[in-house]
């Protein structure tokens, strides 16, 4: 059975930090780009950040971009993602998320590709 369980998220005051992380079953880990969606009250569901597959780069929306950080421990089958600077509109649910073709997550029919989702982590940045 594919899981993807996330952990993390809170409630934290605007300019504070956030550690998500997202542990995957039942895959073999290394063949899929893995990373985080969110999705805002009222908003559609957007790609954050992902690894990819097939050469393990990273990639950011431009509203994340230097705030945060995406990484994986592939020993641990686990995906992180490090927010920091966190501002009221990153408020979000944030999930998890595996696909194994690879396009890019970064535009909005992304969200249609993905192989696996988590359940989601609640987000909340109060300003």
């Known amino acids: 059975e594919v899981q993807l369980v996330e952990s993390g998220g809170g409630l934290v005051q605007a300019g504070g930090s956030l550690r998500l992380s997202c542990a995957a079953s039942g895959f073999t880990f290394d063949d899929y780009a893995i990373g985080w969606f969110r999705q805002a009250p009222g908003k559609e569901r957007e790609g954050v950040s992902y690894i990819s597959s097939s050469d393990y780069k990273t990639y950011y929306v431009d509203s994340v971009k230097g705030r945060f950080t995406i990484s994986s421990d592939s020993a641990k089958n686990t995906v992180y993602l490090q927010m920091n600077s966190l501002k009221p509109e990153d408020t979000a649910v944030y999930y998890c998320?595996?696909?194994?073709?690879?396009?890019?997550?970064?535009?909005?029919?992304?969200?249609?590709?993905?192989?696996?989702w988590g359940k989601g982590t609640l987000v909340t940045v109060s300003s």
């Open positions: 998320a595996a696909d194994r073709v690879g396009s890019s997550w970064l535009v909005p029919e992304a969200v249609y590709g993905m192989d696996y």
